[in-house]
């Protein structure tokens, strides 16, 4: 879980240095978005499966941290969007 905490950290700092020095790179944002909302909803859901049933009531922030996180991968851009986007900007490096 941690590695890939700490991957997902990194790839949103690398979009985020990009943004400060006034480059915007869309491809560099999509995969940093989509790949910590995907690791987001990996261990929060790992994180379900090690408390079993009580991982599934609302008593337990787990539950919490899973819905969260599964949002993140709607909100500003589906994953299909994101997809989209990458592909847009790899395409656009072969023409």
């Given at each position: 879980m941690d590695f890939e905490?700490?991957?997902s950290q990194k790839e949103i700092?690398?979009?985020?240095?990009?943004?400060?020095?006034?480059?915007m790179n869309s491809k560099l944002t999509s995969m940093a978005k989509m790949y910590a909302a995907?690791?987001?909803?990996?261990?929060a859901d790992e994180a379900i499966?090690?408390?079993?049933?009580?991982?599934h009531m609302a008593e337990y922030e787990v539950e919490r941290f899973?819905?969260?996180?599964?949002?993140?991968?709607?909100?500003?851009g589906t994953k299909e969007i994101?997809?989209?986007t990458i592909a847009s900007a790899v395409i656009g490096k072969l023409k």
């Open positions: 905490l700490t991957k700092q690398k979009a985020a240095r990009d943004f400060a020095k006034g480059r995907r690791t987001a909803v990996e261990v499966q090690l408390l079993g049933g009580y991982g899973y819905r969260d996180a599964k949002i993140t991968e709607i909100y500003e994101q997809k989209n």
